[in-house]
């Protein structure tokens, strides 16, 4: 027995199977989390090997290029790059997507083993670091403090570290910036050597004096007590009165040789959270768990976590990614509804019954809840991609639904009982609803199977749209014949005088668009050649406005964020920094009121992430500004980092800076142009870059220039002279230790209080450690006790060191980057080749293009491959369908056309040809597909039924503009919310809804005039065939 | 004894069924999904993509009285329900046994 005679006999088991279906999809709903894009997992892994005292070409020769060498046979290893720092070489491996990082690490490993006797002796063990998505910080949180401000760690590590922790799913809450309490024992060396005693005495001594220790236990009486000796420092001051030693038979406290102060720690890293000193708190996630849910527990915490913090420190959220993973899904959420919404509204406008209306609104729910069930099955998240398929597949599954109920309406009106009307008439358009269903799964089913990154964003796209509209077409067959059978009845004359009026003003509408197609239709049946010739002038003009048109890769959205990374002059101190950073400060506040919240750090910190970052230093300056939501304010993100830009200009002292707007956020794909150059020349690569770089200053709309290898850093470097080093009786160790104490301090004991450990350091008064002859004043104590100054051995000099040296694929290589305003990636990367072309390249350097340019060509090509697949596989279908070569063929004239439409839409409204736009050509194939097979089916069928061909053209025309036009303006409606919307993400859906709205008009005008017009051509042709046959048997 | 033969359209099986159990006909043989065209306008009904609708047929053996009734109804049904398609013939039914 069929299932639409069975559901029709069984109403209560039909219902209760869907019920069933949307209470198991809403329960699967509650449980999906949300997030921006499906999970990606960075497919990097990075090998570091230090080995201290190398430098950056030593490193490049003894450990870089063997562990290149053999990590590059690595499966799925698609590139190889490196940078070999001075005591550092830094690897990195890019794999395919999806590879297993697991098995690729253990392969690392197993290559690392094989190799290591190789390398020198002296390396550390290589470490292997899989980078995460979970490192991306879910939560970047301020805190600004007055008083407490030198406590200030400890009382964030208790008060907001702790409780943060325990959230269920984060990570990690690493302070940055934070001030640590230290003991400054600062020595005046004159006095030092005056007393005769050494920084190394004094460490020393207060090593000795800041003791606890056990001595033994006392028997006394019955009990027995265990005896302690406690030395330890009980407050800082205690160190002032501490006895060095003697001179002249007098007692030398430290107090007489040095200024003891209980201080904090010189700041490497200057932060300012809006003009306060403060530091910032970054929230990571465990891998796994999800951004929205810890964002939403840790505001939810944090209320409570401010009561307990003294009145004086201020905790504000810097970063929230969850705050536009939100704002975007919601929007989302909200364009759906209106999409439901104007597909009830055209459903009604052209059937103009509520029961019939109501039948075929609620195929949307019910499909769309099966995707909810597939998402929480397949454990996916809900996220901007399946929403938007969502949207895509509103328009798309009522379209069966209304054709059953179509038919099942005509049989009622016939006469036939609903019930028997129902089985029959959906036996009738069975076999055609389920085909035109198998054109749509041709076309998204691929989407499933590509690889890369543009599989891995489109696989549940291809995935949700093929459910949904399965589930559609089961329920077309089931629920819609059976709701049917109980819900329609024979038309009768609206008795209601307004609905009656209202119902008649829209059949007047429809019956003169009827009229007004067919006699359109019936002018080209009479021009068929002048329509043909039309068709193809309005097609090739349409490619010609291709090159009107931008590429890009992803449109890039406003996320309410604008960051900035500044560089002064290599080798400025933080102080000069700071003050950079304070007037840039003082321009935020005057310039920017768009900012609700902004931090400026300058300097670096010691943490690994920064180091692995790896420009940075006492001259740079990091900013981030948070933006008041889009709809606050009047300019756009790009307008303010355009803006910031010019500021920046302003400073002489800035040498470098580049704006970014994302900030916090996964970045996708990285510098949006990167030119490489390969060659192993320095100089000759270095003055290739220049010229390239200078050259695209010209450029317009090519921002923020960078070349990647790094400037030669000036560095003072001490050069011992072995023989007189010798005759002095010291050796490089002992110096190079003395030096070091002196200047980056000896660490002698920890003072210890309230569990706390607090470093105590001996160095030289900041005074005598400023100038080059403070250091070569520096004295050494030699095993004579003679104290000997660094001049009479070593001389101070400056040097130069050589850059980082950057390898790709086992090349080396640097790159120029770029940033991009108001102009497509495509047309930057015409310009850069066109410029690279004019200059003549060394031999001995290649160029090539990475960044966004490479990962867009290589969507583009697989979604080039994928259209070609998905035009194929909906030909094959057709073709098995309707038993013909011929009539998919011509079917599918209708697809130009669609191409045509989505150029145009993408021309008029200036938006780039991205690979979201892309996507919406490929699904436009299956779409307008749909449009073209209602009308030639029928045509088909009034042929066999004995109509002439032009009469059969003619009349099917007038038979299917309504259901053309309905399933066409459901889907471009369903579409029109997402290519309107303005909210947080929208720049991300758009282009997709543009390109699928103009698609779909523009083919279905030209499918509803050209396509019967080619079918009439090729019918005569086929006619006078089969005539010439007939005469020739006869 | 009249040998009552309907040929129709396979959505109005229920109102055959109705019309014969309303006028107490107790006996019928029927067959589904018969192909067939009208001799005059009727459509043809071949459960193909080009002509998808299709027949039933149903035979009873009624006594004479009956058969008036009968074709009355019918008629009554081809009224109310014209496009769909509905015949009826009768002819004498000779002998029977069994």
Not at chain 1, 1020 to 1025: F, G, I, P, S
Request: glycine residues 6%.
């Amino acid at each position: 027995m069929s299932l639409y005679s069975t559901s029709v006999k069984r109403p209560i088991t039909t219902l209760m199977v869907f019920v069933a279906m949307i209470v198991v999809g809403l329960y699967s709903l509650r449980n999906i989390p949300l997030d921006l894009y499906p999970e990606i997992e960075p497919p990097f892994i990075s090998v570091f090997t230090i080995y201290p005292g190398a430098g950056a070409s030593d490193i490049e020769t003894n450990i870089t290029r063997p562990l290149e060498d053999n990590l590059s046979t690595i499966t799925n290893l698609k590139n190889i790059t490196s940078v070999s720092r001075d005591n550092i070489s830094a690897i990195t491996i890019e794999f395919e997507y999806e590879t297993n990082l697991d098995e690729a690490t253990n392969e690392i490993r197993d290559v690392i083993g094989r190799i290591q006797r190789f390398l020198p002796e002296d390396i550390e063990q290589p470490t292997i670091f899989k980078f995460s998505s979970s490192m991306i910080p879910v939560m970047v949180l301020s805190a600004t403090a007055e008083e407490s401000y030198p406590a200030l760690a400890k009382i964030l590590d208790y008060y907001v570290v702790n409780p943060l922790n325990r959230i269920d799913g984060v990570g990690t809450v690493v302070l940055y910036g934070e001030p640590i309490r230290e003991i400054q024992v600062n020595v005046d060396p004159r006095q030092l050597e005056a007393y005769n005693v050494t920084v190394e005495q004094i460490g020393g001594i207060l090593a000795a004096e800041n003791i606890n220790l056990p001595s033994g236990s006392l028997k006394m009486g019955q009990s027995e007590y265990p005896l302690r000796f406690t030395g330890e420092f009980q407050e800082s001051d205690v160190i002032k009165r501490i006895v060095i030693g003697n001179f002249n038979g007098k007692p030398v406290s430290v107090s007489d040789i040095a200024e003891v102060k209980d201080t904090l720690r010189e700041m490497t890293i200057e932060e300012r959270i809006e003009g306060r000193k403060g530091l910032r708190m970054v929230i990571q996630r465990q891998s796994g768990s999800n951004t929205v849910n810890i964002a939403k527990e840790v505001t939810k915490q944090l209320p409570a976590i401010r009561e307990s913090l003294p009145p004086d420190v201020e905790l504000k959220v810097i970063v929230d990614l969850s705050q536009f993973i939100v704002g975007a899904i919601n929007n989302l959420t909200s364009i759906l509804y209106y999409a439901a919404l104007f597909v009830l509204v055209v459903v009604l406008f052209f059937i103009g019954r509520w029961r019939a209306t109501f039948i075929i609104i609620i195929t949307i729910p019910v499909s769309l809840i099966a995707a909810f069930i597939y998402l929480y099955l397949s454990g996916n998240t809900l996220n901007m991609i399946s929403l938007s398929s969502l949207a895509i597949a509103m328009g798309m599954v009522v379209d069966d639904a209304i054709v059953v109920l179509e038919n099942i309406a005509k049989h009622i009106n016939r006469g036939s009982r609903p019930k028997e009307a129902a089985v029959y008439a959906t036996n009738e358009v069975g076999m055609a609803v389920v085909a035109s269903t198998l054109t749509v799964v041709a076309v998204f089913l691929p989407l499933t199977m590509i690889t890369g990154l543009t599989g891995l964003f489109f696989r549940q796209l291809g995935y949700i749209v093929t459910i949904t509209v399965s589930i559609s077409t089961i329920a077309a067959l089931s629920l819609t014949p059976m709701l049917s059978s109980k819900l329609l009845t024979k038309k009768s004359n609206s008795k209601n005088g307004i609905g009656k009026s209202i119902r008649d003003f829209i059949n007047r509408i429809l019956d003169g668009l009827d009229n007004m197609y067919v006699s359109t239709l019936r002018k080209s049946m009479r021009n068929k050649w002048l329509v043909v010739v039309l068709a193809f002038a309005i097609f090739a003009s349409s490619m010609f406005l291709m090159r009107y048109i931008g590429t890009g890769f992803m449109p890039e959205a406003d996320q309410n964020v604008v960051s900035a990374k500044i560089e002064l002059p290599i080798g400025v101190r933080l102080e000069e920094t700071s003050k950079t950073a304070r007037a840039i400060e003082d321009i935020i506040v005057e310039k920017y009121p768009e900012a609700y919240m902004y931090y400026v750090s300058s300097g670096y910190s010691t943490s690994a992430m920064f180091l692995m970052a790896g420009s940075s230093g006492s001259n740079v300056i990091d900013i981030l500004m948070r933006l008041k939501p889009i709809k606050e304010r009047d300019r756009d993100v790009w307008q303010i980092a355009e803006s910031l830009r010019e500021d920046f200009k302003s400073f002489p002292e800035i040498v470098k800076y580049s704006v970014a707007t994302t900030g916090g956020g996964p970045n996708m794909g990285g510098a949006p142009v990167s030119v490489e150059i390969y060659g192993q020349d320095f100089n000759e690569t270095n003055t290739f870059a220049y010229e390239l770089s200078q050259r695209m200053q010209n450029i317009p709309g090519v921002r923020d220039i960078s070349i990647s290898r790094g400037e030669e850093r000036p560095e003072l470097r001490i050069i011992p002279d072995q023989e007189k080093m010798s005759l002095f009786g010291l050796n490089t160790h002992t110096v190079s230790n003395a030096i070091r104490n002196r200047v980056e301090g000896m660490t002698a004991t920890r003072f210890r209080e309230d569990g706390y450990e607090y470093n105590v350091v001996i160095r030289h008064k900041e005074e005598f450690r400023n100038t080059i002859s403070d250091i070569e004043n520096i004295s050494v104590r030699n095993p004579m006790g003679r104290m000997v100054k660094v001049k009479e051995f070593a001389t101070v000099e400056e040097f130069f060191a050589p850059p980082n040296i950057e390898r790709k694929n086992r090349v080396r290589y640097l790159s120029v980057n770029c940033a991009l305003h108001n102009i497509s990636l495509g047309d930057v990367t015409a310009d850069i080749q066109a410029e690279v072309a004019k200059m003549d390249i060394p031999q001995g350097i290649d160029i090539a293009y990475g960044g966004q340019v490479k990962d867009q060509m290589e969507a583009f090509s697989d979604l080039l491959l994928l259209l070609a697949l998905a035009i194929f596989l909906v030909y094959i279908v057709m073709a098995a369908q309707f038993e013909s070569f011929r009539t998919p063929f011509i079917i599918m004239l209708a697809v130009p056309f669609a191409f045509t439409g989505v150029m145009l839409a993408l021309y008029i409204t200036g938006t780039e040809l991205s690979v979201i736009a892309l996507i919406g050509a490929v699904i436009l194939v299956g779409i307008v597909v749909k449009n073209s097979i209602v009308l030639i089916d029928y045509t088909n069928l009034l042929r066999a039924r004995g109509y002439t061909v032009v009469q059969s053209v003619v009349q099917a025309g007038r038979s299917r503009l309504r259901p053309v036009l309905m399933t066409t303006l459901t889907t471009v409606l369903a579409m029109i919310p997402m290519a309107m919307s303005t909210g947080e993400g929208s720049e991300i859906w758009k282009p997709m809804g543009v390109a699928v709205i103009g698609g779909l008009t523009f083919s279905t005008i030209i499918t509803m005039v050209f396509v019967p017009v080619a079918y009439a051509l090729l019918g005569a042709m086929k006619v006078r065939k089969q005539k010439r046959k007939l005469a020739n048997a006869r | 004894m009249k040998s009552v033969f309907i040929i129709y359209n396979q959505a109005l099986t229920e109102s055959i069924q109705e019309l014969l159990d309303h006028n107490n006909v107790r006996g019928f043989s029927q067959w589904k999904d018969v192909m067939g065209r009208g001799s005059k306008k009727g459509e043809p009904h071949m459960g193909t993509h080009t002509w998808p609708a299709m027949n039933s047929a149903t035979i009873a053996i009624v006594e004479d009285h009956q058969v008036t009734a009968l074709l009355s109804g019918i008629e009554k049904i081809n009224e109310t329900a014209e496009m769909q398609g509905i015949r009826a013939f009768v002819w004498d039914v000779v002998a029977s046994v069994g």
